[in-house]
């Protein structure tokens, strides 16, 4: 058997030690006779799963006991409409910070649920940078402020938390949640689907602070009214069951590696080794502002665009597969969760050096 080193941006690697947990306790999980897969979401077995999924988050994300953990479906474009159908009847007006392709697909849906404020927008800038709060218009009766906290497609990351005053903010950290600790109590609601840095798709993490639930449109499908899951433990519906399980053996593989604290290490010493190649070379370049720079998605271009199919072979070639950049952007994109280890990040610097050197 031999595993690549996986770049895609999602569904993306998972932790090597996970999928072999998962694949020993395939036929029986822990003397139960079952797979995890053929469990009643009901009974005792999967009901300890989901509780152990829920504590190692909250623990992980030191989340405050004022805020409700909601494993629920429909992942993050779901979320473009469930987070308004939720939370913009209190006011009847959101404000949207547009910072690529993610955020501007959130604003765009929520307009359809009620009054959508772009309050400020990188698009002057092909989106190579987080505005600077100073610049945002903001409406102090909105229901939020939405931003994505990292914009997948083209690597834009914030690395400061805005400051949206009473009003809660609202964050899609799909991309980046449990890269590096955040604090919790600073959003009103988080959401995530779990196949960037979580788990398989299929399973979309809400956390959500109390005082946002019963504000629901009435025509809110009941299966994604955040207090209808809130009051039902996320199993008004059948949750993904599966998924949960996965997620609470990377929650379990986060705390082991030390936490969030050492995880973000980690991505920084990764992140850091990709980028400084990048700025040295000539050859290769990527225009995000600096100090935006993702660390989890690593966009970059070749100074010549004709040998892009052949540095996508060379890669292949050397077990690094999925480097193609987002169809709307071409290029090359490097995603490089929590589970790509250090190797993978050494081996295609040290390919992308041996292309250029065979190019330049
Ligand atoms: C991947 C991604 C999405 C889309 O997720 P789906 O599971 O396809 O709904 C939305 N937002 C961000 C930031 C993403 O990275």
Redesign the pocket.
């Known amino acids: 058997m031999t595993r690549v080193f996986n770049f895609s941006?999602?569904p993306a690697a998972l932790p090597e030690p996970v999928l072999r947990q998962a694949a020993a306790e395939m036929l029986d999980w822990q003397g139960s006779g079952m797979s995890v897969m053929e469990m009643s979401h009901r009974g005792k077995e999967f009901m300890s799963i989901h509780a152990q999924a829920q504590s190692l988050l909250r623990e992980l994300l030191s989340i405050p006991p004022n805020y409700r953990v909601l494993f629920m479906q429909?992942?993050?474009?779901?979320?473009?409409a469930i987070v308004p159908m939720n939370l913009i009847g209190r006011t009847g007006r959101a404000d949207y910070i547009v910072t690529g392709d993610?955020s501007a697909?959130?604003a765009k849906e929520a307009a359809r649920y009620g009054k959508v404020n772009l309050a400020a927008s990188a698009e002057g800038s092909n989106y190579t940078e987080v505005p600077p709060q100073a610049t945002w218009k903001l409406d102090p009766g909105a229901s939020y402020v939405h931003i994505?906290s990292?914009?997948?497609i083209r690597g834009v990351e914030y690395h400061w938390t805005p400051d949206a005053g009473k009003v809660p903010l609202v964050a899609?950290?799909?991309?980046n949640i449990l890269s590096r600790p955040i604090d919790v109590g600073r959003y009103g609601l988080i959401y995530a689907?779990a196949?960037?840095n979580m788990g398989p798709?299929g399973l979309?993490v809400v956390i959500v602070r109390e005082d946002l639930l019963g504000h629901a449109l009435p025509a809110t499908p009941s299966a994604f009214n955040y207090q209808v899951q809130s009051e039902n433990d996320s199993m008004y519906n059948t949750p993904p069951t599966y998924a949960i399980y996965i997620a609470s053996l990377v929650f379990g593989w986060l705390k082991a590696q030390g936490g969030l604290a050492a995880i973000e290490r980690h991505n920084r010493d990764k992140a850091a080794i990709l980028y400084d190649y990048l700025d040295r070379s000539a050859f290769y370049r990527n225009t995000v502002a600096r100090e935006d720079r993702s660390l989890m998605n690593v966009p970059f271009r070749l100074k010549d665009e004709s040998l892009d199919d052949a540095f996508l072979q060379g890669a292949q070639a050397r077990g690094m597969v999925q480097l193609k950049g987002h169809r709307s952007v071409g290029g090359m994109r490097a995603s490089i969760y929590n589970a790509m280890p250090m190797e993978g990040i050494r081996a295609l610097v040290a390919y992308m050096e041996e292309f250029e050197a065979g190019h330049a």
């Open positions: 941006s999602g429909g992942g993050a474009i779901g979320e473009n993610w697909k959130s994505c990292n914009e997948t899609d950290m799909s991309s689907g196949q960037k798709s979309t």
